[in-house]
């Protein structure tokens, strides 16, 4: 059974930085997409964003570019999201997702299917 474990969520003050780290069992993360959701309170989920090929492929949403980074480790199966210039729009829980996985709980994003996710971790920026 595929596993996702997110960590590194937190609460920061505006202009503040945080990385999330997101460690995989039972797949490889080096071979497969991977992806960054965020939801806050009343919102749908949305994807934040994705890499491939060990960052061969990025894809950023609109309000984070510029400000987040994501990246990944192959020797340790971890995927990460550095967030930097946080803002109070940045406050939400986030996701982290692998491609494939279950049709029932899965989103598209870029053109890819996640439906493998960790529990999530909670971001909190104050102003």
């Known amino acids: 059974q595929v596993q996702l474990v997110e960590s590194g969520g937190g609460s920061v003050q505006t202009g503040g930085s945080l990385r999330l780290s997101c460690a995989a069992s039972?797949?490889?993360?080096?071979?497969?997409?991977m992806a960054w959701f965020r939801q806050a309170p009343g919102k749908e989920r949305e994807g934040v964003a994705r890499?491939?090929?060990?960052?061969?492929?990025?894809k950023y949403a609109d309000s984070v570019k510029g400000r987040f980074t994501i990246s990944q480790d192959n020797t340790k199966n971890t995927v990460y999201l550095q967030m930097n210039n946080l803002t109070p729009e940045d406050t939400a829980m986030y996701y982290c997702?692998?491609?494939?996985?279950?049709?029932?709980?899965?989103?598209?994003?870029?053109?890819?299917?996640?439906?493998?996710w960790g529990q999530g971790t909670q971001v909190t920026v104050s102003s």
């Open positions: 039972r797949y490889t993360v080096s071979r497969n997409y």
């Open positions: 997702a692998a491609a494939g996985g279950p049709a029932a709980n899965g989103i598209w994003y870029g053109g890819v299917f996640f439906g493998y």
């Open positions: 890499i491939y090929s060990d960052g061969g492929s990025t």
